[in-house]
T-cell receptor, first 112, second 114 residues
Framework: QQQVKQSPQSLIVQKGGISIINCAYE??????FPWYQQFPGKGPALLIA?????SEKKEGRFTISFNKSAKQFSLHIMDSQPGDSATYFC???????????FGTGTRLKVLA | SAVISQKPSRDICQRGTSLTIQCQVD?????MFWYRQQPGQSLTLIAT?????????ESGFVIDKFPISRPNLTFSTLTVSNMSPEDSSIYLC???????????FGPGTRLTVT
C-alpha cells in the first residue's frame, strides 16, 4: 500500500514529440506528488509537483495530470528535446510526514 | 529553494571501515533526510535527521549501521559503519523547509566498498 508504481521503465521519443510517464498509488493518505529529473552523476532536481485538490498543473513544457479517483498521475513533457534525456522519478508524500516514497524511475531518451 | 552540498563526492573504502558523509545546506531548514540509491535504481529513504534529537529510521535501517547527526538547522552527517560491498551505493541528502512539502537534493556521494 506504500508503493508508487511507475511506467514505462524506459521511453524513446523523437525530438518535438510528447513524453508521457505514468504513476499509480494505493494509499489515499498521500497528499503531495512531485516529479524529479535526474541526470547521470547528479542528484534529483525537483521539476513540478501537485496536490490532490488540483487536476492539472503546468510549468513551461512540463504538465502534471492528476486523477484522484483512479489514484493515478502522469507527467507530460511537451516538445521534448534531447536535453530532456534523463531519468524521471515520481514520488508521493504521506500526509503530515514530509517523507517521500519514490517510483521506480523512467529512463527517457529523446532522439535528435 | 535550497542549495545542498555533500562531501565527499565519491570514495572507495575497504571492507570493515566506516565513512562519514557530510551534508551542508545554504539556509536553515526544518527537514533533512538521507536516501540510498543503487546505481540505475530508485531512491530509498534511510532516515529523517532530526535537529537536536535521534534520527528516525525507516524499516530495514538501524542506527548502529547508519548513525546520523544533526547538530544544527543547516548540517547533517551520515556514517556508514563496518562497510561491506553491499553498501556500495549513492547516498543522497535532501532538505525541506517543513512549510511546503518540497525537498531539494544534494549531488550525492558515490561509495564503493572493496
Amino acid at each position: 500500500q506504500q508503493q508508487v508504481k511507475q511506467s514505462p521503465q524506459s521511453l524513446i521519443v523523437q525530438k518535438g514529440g510528447i513524453s508521457i510517464i505514468n504513476c499509480a498509488y494505493e494509499n489515499t493518505a498521500f497528499d503531495y506528488f512531485p516529479w524529479y529529473q535526474q541526470f547521470p552523476g547528479k542528484g534529483p532536481a525537483l521539476l513540478i509537483a501537485i496536490r490532490p485538490d488540483v487536476s492539472e498543473k503546468k510549468e513551461g513544457r512540463f504538465t502534471i495530470s492528476f486523477n484522484k479517483s483512479a489514484k493515478q498521475f502522469s507527467l507530460h513533457i511537451m516538445d521534448s528535446q534531447p536535453g530532456d534525456s534523463a531519468t524521471y522519478f515520481c514520488a508521493a508524500s504521506l500526509s503530515g510526514t514530509y517523507k517521500y516514497i519514490f517510483g521506480t524511475g523512467t529512463r527517457l531518451k529523446v532522439l535528435a | 529553494s535550497a542549495v545542498i552540498s555533500q562531501k565527499p563526492s565519491r570514495d572507495i573504502c575497504q571492507r570493515g571501515t566506516s565513512l562519514t558523509i557530510q551534508c551542508q545546506v545554504d539556509s536553515q531548514v526544518t527537514m533533512m533526510f538521507w536516501y540510498r540509491q543503487q546505481p540505475g535504481q530508485s531512491l530509498t529513504l534511510i532516515a529523517t535527521a532530526n535537529q537536536g534529537s535521534e534520527a528516525t529510521y525507516e524499516s530495514g535501517f538501524v542506527i548502529d549501521k547508519f548513525p546520523i547527526s544533526r547538530p544544527n538547522l543547516t548540517f547533517s552527517t551520515l556514517t556508514v559503519s563496518n562497510m561491506s560491498p553491499e553498501d556500495s551505493s549513492i547516498y543522497l541528502c535532501s532538505a525541506g523547509s517543513g512549510i511546503s512539502y518540497e525537498q531539494y537534493f544534494g549531488p550525492g556521494t558515490r561509495l564503493t566498498v572493496t
